[in-house]
């Protein structure tokens, strides 16, 4: 597996020098602007196509061979991108097959993002493009990784992906028994008795069994996989020491990412938070969740792909970046793991649907501008703050979000229409992440060991395996942190007969027995009374999703406060070894989690990076050579004084240690041993 | 005409034992828990299709015979289901023609009731099926009725489809000029001079000829009608004496349902109210609404065929119905003429959209829940009640909801978009309902002769023989109430030339020169002074559609507050024969029709069951061999005081007479002479 | 070019006889209460296809001149026009090139207005049925001009039109080169190496390439030019005297209507407000915009073709305009410029989607509503001020409105979703309106040399000459105001390089270095002190779209209040020649435009037809043979007192001068010289 260690921090962004290729000038005051803005790293070649092949077999690839040369005279380095985001018309004029259909319907040419990703026609295209494109560049020294396609995404319902679909299903069931077992077939006459007779999940078509929903769902994830090795197997082949990424996409949800960690040697991320929407802080911990789920794909340091210096232009409001925001994300980029600060763009086209997405240099052309000044000043802080690169996190909690659970927990009719996943994991993730303690955010499959604490409080589906893994954590001393409509399906999504959590119910010594659901507006509560168990007491609100519990084996902590199942247990606990299982029976105010995880981290003796952080300030550790990097962030609207760790600013080069005071937006990065 | 008449009430609901088929252990624990929860009534087979016919001709129908074997040997009976609200994918995929077209698009093989109507293979399908399934079980012993297919719903546009809905055509009209006229089609050009040239109303064709649509939408329900007679040919022939049924959908209003008269025994319902959405009282009222109307499509006994013992599973929020609501809620649709309380579901399948539908049975496999500890309950008590099975409902009074009036009015564009013709209903409906009456709700074509009070309020259509009817009611001595935006259009929707209410002018003798609408939060008032026509006086908010009135022989009783009709007729009543017909002209608060219905019953002499009925109780009587069983129940959140028939209580064997107080979600029954 | 020049007022509107041609008693009627009510202008034959052609080739035109015929007979006139709304069925059967296409799928038949404008099949068949209709009716008396079609509108995606639009396009751009260039095609290898690889943009499509996009819309325009070219190119021949119209719709934006000034001799226009749902004087100014708009497109006196004389039937609450609201509007749109009073509809037919939309005759039959009064006192009145017919409009003011840059600013993704270029031009209209001046609304191509004040808020694309326009104006003396967002693409759509205003920097003399967007509820504010440039000061709301502005010879007058670009100009003025630019950098509550303007125009000495106008009232004045005629509205719900110009009042014949007190919808009329 080809490495991705870059010698310091990538700085950079998306370079489309194809859309300037009359205009000299400006490719030439690109590299001034480059070079005056610490920026050392470009992805080039995206969506590219047309330009490298403007006709069938006719390969002109001088122009990005020119731009490459240039970085390289200049120092600068670039990711090349294959170009399979986006087709060229004569392709899909005179190859029909390569567009997507729905319905039997095919889609016209254009856009992007809409190719089939089996078909033959395509996949040939591709290979010979990137055996092309690697050998052209295979020894080119400004290439220092390769950027895959464009933010995989969708799905086609072509003949030749049903008959991929039934070939994946044929290896994975072996027989029409078992895919009709599986997807309990038996309802609704739903049984197969033909492979012939299995479509894909269309509008028009079959979309009640969710059974066949989830195994579509993880086809389209093995197909898009299966389309990257056909990317990557020249590449890999010519150039085999260059690592390859792709960039996955913020909130994004229909490929499960965490399979790509068999094709990728790191992880890109695009990012495009709404700053300035809701408070900074609030904006903060979404960013935060989703910067440690994608570094908790593969737990290695990953790539800050694409984000925005400004604005971007596809928000229903594109709200300017406040001053020092651009700063402060990028710093949080890097400290949840990021080796680069990369945007989308460099610079603003002319024309075409993004030509009012930020940039580094507008239509204005100049570096005179408020956000090139803001840029130059992130250049110049990454420089400084090189040493870090490469530093790895370490944390002693998880939280567990796994995407086919997610996707069978959407799929599911009741209890709630919306299930509010990605809503409710976050919460988790606030609460916890107000400890100063590292997070990772990783899918069941990962491995438990490491971690002291591990909060999987929505965990629909549990996979073979999962239940006797969390056994040996909580076994050898864990804590696990389970809620309400979890354990309930199988990896089929077929509910465990036996009654909820399902498997997972030894370990909560709790049975289920009904969830209930309230509408907006109405409410339940938990009261905690004075107990041993946990150092925390009082009423807190919840409502939404309610398990009705049975204790088998669990201690009642809190208590519902009203309705028919008043009194009965909303939070429990179970001892099972040296460790300890938690249950929230409903989804509670956010009050209720911070406290609740306040105390359990204490009892759990989880090490804070930064204790008594104020509120708004957000922290993290990377950790390198025996080095420490401690980042402190402030996104309240105020100063807020926070007690660091003693050790050596990376910014100032002072030592630091004690009560110091950040300003709104104020960050600061401490070496310490 | 077979008859429905259990000898005792039926309790039980669809169970689907070929999902557990290889589950031997569990078909034993079904049998087990039926007889402890008092189950003696299930619907099996629906949806079996590919259990029964696993190939094209391929029947296996043993499963099926053991079920009603052991149902037999254990004192249990069976409504036993065709298959066809269901295909087996063989025969989607070997004869397309059986699936549904729109905009010539055929749908994919998939979900439910989707199946094309028309066509003669599925048809002849259905007709093979059907015909083994009456001859292998007519005589068994368990077999008590036919549940026809399931849900009956939806259109097909295929051209088997066009073809039939142009023969029908034919038959209505014989010529196409008096299709011209009936659909006015000298308007934008729309005169058809060929047959052929006439399509059914779909997206991407012809929607502006509302002749056309209501024709289209009674082809629907002519054709559907049809479908159910190619279904029970065989079962009627095979199994004369053996009732049929088909189950009905709250709610669902594109079928003309009272026309399945002629093809059903007694009529099926599928209740899914939204208990704990709003108030009990609400609920109660709206789903009392709904059983009075399916009551009325006969005028006779019915099946409450599906409800839930708990929660569903498609609501937005599938709320749990609160300790209690179960057995009010079951004992209402008994009060209401049900002569069974039947459940979806028996058990939950582990699989499909609906394992979390609630059930008798859980995916906990046991007896030990709450829900079914409710659900035993209410066999106790209806075994408790059994004298009362098969008894009729007298009413007084009777509510004219009239699906093709419904039809025209939804179709209509003007004076507002959103009609809310249900809304409206339900108000009048609400105020009769309190005055402690049975109510019937029926179409325009039933006997009028029977009542004291109709309220016709929102009758937009008047179809041919209607007007005249409803004068022969009043010239005899009955009370008509009339209302705003009615008698505008003849049963092809062309307008009455002359001006509304059109042939309900000489009764109401009112001229509605216009109809206001008025937007949300704009109101009027109806100001009412003391006077000798009705007891009621006051001012009351009224507003949405508002008719201005010229007085043609009415009495102006109340009078428009403001605007610049103010001060003209907003309530009036003119003098026919031995009765009189009241004209509400606005819609108005629920005060103003409470206040009105008390007012007008009385002077009507209509006898309330229990009179000075409490907030939230509500009553209904049953008459049998010359018994009256009175059913009081209280759907307030607090004890009521209610004055009580003499009688002796079904439920105690006591004798009760005057105040008793029912404690919230309480309810009596009891019986008088 | 033939001239529209009616004798007197036009008042009548959609007479369809064709519903009722088997009812000649209800044709006479017409004639009789057509008389009663001032009415003596109909437009006859719309849709009428099927009557004058029911089957191919023969025609059957009797009918008409018998209405003709009686027309002419009682002093009444027509406007004549061709059926192409709508399509006989047999047409649509036997030719279904005809029927318009979408994404390959062929619309069925049905509604109306849904034709293929390219297909030669029905170019053919309009060109037939036109020269029929124009050689029988060329020399008949009652015919006063043509009434094309009705209410063009839509698009069609067949083979034909895609050929169509190609050829066009070639005929813009001879190469594809050019085409690439313009349409910026180097992003997302959207290059085109072949004609036949462009496609309009349809749903499954292309539309991610606003340069394609923009040229379509174009073309959709051209197109349908193109066919008003293939209707009018026999009558213009048969019948060269008669002026031909077609008529526009309220707030339809998609067809460039200014462009038609080519084919039509006046403009008509379709308008229906909807009186009631806000406060009149709302309305009104909401009304006279578009008033101003249609008179704008030729700059001429045009005809108000269709209005409600009391409800309309498609609004989702079609409230009926109050007493004196049908007279006020309609002295309205003769005080804007029109020359008629047309309503939609003469009589209400019994069926179709129209049968509950206003009309002068309704379902009663009868002249007996109140309508039909109202629409005789309206008739009276026109008769009255008849020496105002054809009278001109002349303005001091001008506000732009750029179908183009509306477009392009529409499909431009950022800085916010929803751009609201109608609401912001209505605000500039509005505070301009206050000053009771005469505005014209006009697009970009028109001159500019009349005005002393031209108002381009909005101007998003800057087509080629019209800064040098504007240059050439201010230079002369003249006011220009500029707004947000403004000069940012060309007519291509591609961003002027340099930053924006564009071509507009010059005169602005600020660079708008960004541009923010703000969230619904976050404000900032203009705060203006006192100062030698403006007679205004204070603070000012302001959000939506922020431009922070970089001054470059502007002056600032105003500031932003708060955020990170407090301080900077938030409202600027720079002088040229002898005239300034403004430039408003923000969007503004009303109050800031009422006050800009009001202190604007007295600057800029700008003449008040009246001054010192209450809330609520409107004025304009309209000229003719020296002779002045101002119009007083009172929109207010309350009397206003107006100071009057010195003049002959055209309703009472009295001498006026003064103050005069208005009541609520009241008016006055004055000729002074």
New interface residues.
């Given amino acids: 597996m080809a490495q991705f260690k870059l010698p310091a921090f990538g700085h950079g962004g998306d370079y489309?020098p194809?859309?300037w290729?009359d205009r000299p000038d400006v490719l030439e005051d690109d590299i001034r602007y480059m070079k005056e803005a610490g920026v050392n790293l470009l992805s080039v070649g995206i969506?590219?196509?047309?330009?490298l092949e403007?006709?069938e077999g006719k390969y002109t690839f001088g122009w990005l061979r020119d731009i490459l040369d240039n970085f390289h005279k200049n120092g600068i380095s670039a990711f090349l991108a294959t170009?399979s985001?986006?087709?060229?018309?004569?392709m899909?004029?005179k190859y029909p097959e390569v567009l997507r259909y729905e319905?039997?319907?095919?889609?016209?040419?254009?856009?992007?993002h809409n190719h089939c990703f089996t078909s033959p026609v395509y996949r040939s295209f591709v290979t010979k493009m990137n055996t092309r494109l690697a050998e052209e560049f295979a020894s080119h020294p400004a290439v220092v990784g390769w950027h895959i396609s464009n933010e995989y995404s969708g799905q086609c319902h072509c003949e030749n992906c049903q008959r991929a679909f039934r070939k994946w299903l044929k290896e994975k069931y072996h027989t029409l028994e078992n895919v009709n077992k599986a997807?309990?077939?038996?309802?609704?006459?739903?049984?197969?008795?033909?492979w012939?007779?299995i479509?894909s999940?269309?509008r028009?078509?079959?979309?009640?069994?969710?059974?066949l929903t989830l195994d579509w769902m993880r086809f389209v994830t093995h197909q898009t996989i299966d389309f990257v090795k056909c990317e990557t197997a020249p590449i890999k082949k010519i150039t085999p020491n260059l690592p390859v990424t792709i960039n996955t996409m913020q909130n994004f949800t229909f490929l499960s990412y965490p399979k790509f960690a068999e094709v990728v040697d790191f992880m890109g991320y695009d990012c495009y938070s709404k700053w300035?929407?809701y408070s900074d802080y609030r904006t903060a911990v979404d960013t935060a969740f989703t910067y440690d789920s994608v570094r908790g794909y593969l737990l290695k340091p990953w790539s800050l792909m694409e984000s925005t210096p400004?604005?971007?232009?596809?928000?229903?409001?594109?709200?300017?970046k406040?001053?020092g925001i651009h700063m402060l994300s990028s710093v949080q980029a890097v400290a949840h793991g990021s080796d680069t600060v990369m945007m989308f763009q460099w610079r603003?086209?002319?024309?075409?649907?993004?030509?009012?997405?930020g940039a580094v240099i507008?239509?204005?052309?100049?570096n005179k501008?408020?956000?090139f000044k803001e840029v130059k000043e992130v250049g110049a802080l990454l420089e400084k703050i090189s040493p870090i690169v490469n530093a790895e996190i370490k944390s002693e909690c998880a939280l567990i979000y796994d995407f086919e659970s997610f996707w069978a927990l959407n799929e599911?009719?009741?209890?709630?229409?919306?299930k509010e996943y990605h809503k409710v994991l976050v919460s988790h993730y606030e609460a916890l992440s107000k400890r100063g303690v590292n997070i990772d955010v990783i899918d069941s499959e990962k491995d438990f060991n490491a971690y002291k604490v591990i909060a999987a409080p929505y965990l629909y589906m549990v996979k073979p395996g999962v239940a006797e893994r969390l056994e040996a954590f909580v076994e050898n001393g864990g804590t696990l942190v389970l809620g309400y409509f979890s354990g309930v399906a199988d990896e089929?999504?077929?509910?465990?007969?036996?009654?909820?959590p399902g498997p997972l119910k030894k370990l909560a010594g709790v049975?289920a027995?009904?969830t209930?659901?309230?509408?907006?507006g109405q409410k339940n509560a938990i009261v905690i009374n004075k107990n041993d168990d946990i150092d925390m007491q009082g009423r807190y609100e919840c409502g939404f999703m309610l398990d009705?519990l049975n204790l088998e084996g669990a201690k009642m902590v809190g208590a519902y406060e009203s309705?028919?199942y008043a009194g009965t247990g909303a939070l429990t606990v179970k001892k099972t070894g040296k460790g300890e299982t938690w249950y929230i029976a409903a989804r509670t105010e956010q009050r209720f989690l911070d406290d609740f995880y306040k105390a359990l981290l204490k009892s759990s003796n989880v090490t804070p990076i930064v204790s008594g952080l104020p509120d708004g300030v957000t922290v993290t550790e990377r950790e390198k050579d025996g080095n420490r990097y401690v980042f402190v962030m402030n996104f309240s609207e105020k100063d807020a004084s926070v007690s660091l760790p003693e050790g050596v600013s990376m910014i100032t080069g002072e030592c630091v240690k004690g009560l110091k005071v950040l300003p709104a937006n104020g960050f600061e990065i401490i070496c310490r041993k």
Same sequence: chains 1, 2, 3.
């Avoid at 969506?47 to 330009?51: G, Q, S, V, Y």
């Avoid at 985001?85 to 004569?90: E, M, S």
């Avoid at 095919?106 to 856009?111: A, D, I, L, M, R």
């Avoid at 603003?348 to 997405?357: C, D, I, L, S």
Wanted: aromatic share 14%; with cysteine.
């Fill in positions: 489309n194809d859309q290729l969506f590219a196509w047309a330009a403007p006709e170009p985001g986006a087709r060229p018309a004569w899909s004029k319905n039997g319907v095919k889609f016209e040419h254009g856009n992007r997807w309990w077939t038996s309802f609704w006459s739903k049984t197969f008795t033909d012939d007779q479509r999940p269309e028009n078509g079959e979309t009640s069994l969710t059974g300035g929407k400004s604005q971007v232009n596809w928000h229903d409001v594109c709200k300017i406040r001053p603003k086209g002319r024309g075409g649907p993004e030509k009012f997405h507008g239509h204005d052309m100049t501008t408020r956000v599911a009719q009741g209890p709630v229409k919306d089929n999504d077929l509910c465990f007969l036996g009654g909820a049975w027995e009904e209930d659901a309230l509408y907006d009705v309705d028919y």
